[in-house]
């Protein structure tokens, strides 16, 4: 077999290649193929520490005053630190929070639901898993109207309480952006959290803890008085342990409590499993209505939004908006909700 045709063949390809690098040189020049728009932390001052956006087009904003008595004074100075993923430009984690803030995400008016939607990552109260628990669902709720504000709260390594400060900081987060939806386009009346893990703890608490919170933070030196911390909704994905697993005999649950879904693997995720089914009895043992609970065969802990190689387990986001459609979240700001409905129902019993 003559192999001249391919050898020739072959060299012109390389010629070819050659040629066309060396042409795309001379017309442009050297090319930086660095990444770009890499998140960085500020650098620490002598003033309150200002959290930088994570994702594209972030307004991050503190949740408390700096002379706030929720906050340490001694470290509000200090700086998050990130850790990056391998992936450039991708954020694994943050610890040091000692200013809890909400990152905004607003969605375009002409697809506006009215939805804010407070999203707190896992991490074993250790981290923040940010990445995969936190920026990866702006854009997933965006295709849904439905603004995203990433909350970064405070964590137990760090020196707080992750009972007492990250409930906290999920129930101001609610006020502030309460006491903002005109300005950012939110109906007050549709304003929840999605917590995954770890952060699946202050948000199932908050549902908890709001009536209590309310009254304790009434004065009227607190900027936020008579605004209401209540969560509308409440996304508990593969949920650390509430108030009512660890406190069964002293947890009250509001006659006004907001509905919820819970999702999380039976196999492979056996506390998280059993910390999901305690908050979902006590609430059928009370008959909250719109309490729906996703039990999956085959899974694992964590993962956040991916498919997680076509399991079933990976279409709970599917699962979670048509529960969310259902309850008349997606419909337009100002339309009463089939959720505010059933519960002003249920509360007139």
Partial sequence: MN????KTHLALQVVLIVASV????FLFGEVDTSPQFIPQAAGAT???YQPQAISPGGIVIPIYPPDSPFLKQDRITEAEVYTMHDVPGRIHNIVNVHNPSIEVHTVPKSSNTGVA???LAGGGHKRLIIGSE????????YNFGVNTFILRYRLRDDGYNAEVDAVNDTLQAIRLIRSRADEWGIDPDKIGVMGFSAGGEPSANAALQYVKFDAANNDSSDPLAGVSSRPDF???IYTGPSEITKSPETVEIAKDIPPAFIVCASYGNASHTR??????????DKE???IEIHMYGNGWHGGGLTDRGGIPYGTWPDRFIDWFRDLGYLNKPGMKTKAAKDIEAYVAK
């Fill in 134 to 141: 936190g920026t990866d669902l702006v854009p997933y709720f």
């Fill in 46 to 48: 002598n003033e309150p």
């Fill in 22 to 25: 060396f042409s795309f040189s």
């Fill in 117 to 119: 939607m407070i999203v």
């Fill in 275 to 284: 910390w999901s089914f305690d908050y979902y009895m006590a609430m059928l």
């Fill in 288 to 290: 909250v209505p719109n």
């Fill in 3 to 6: 192999s001249a045709p391919l």
């Fill in 234 to 236: 409440v996304g508990l």
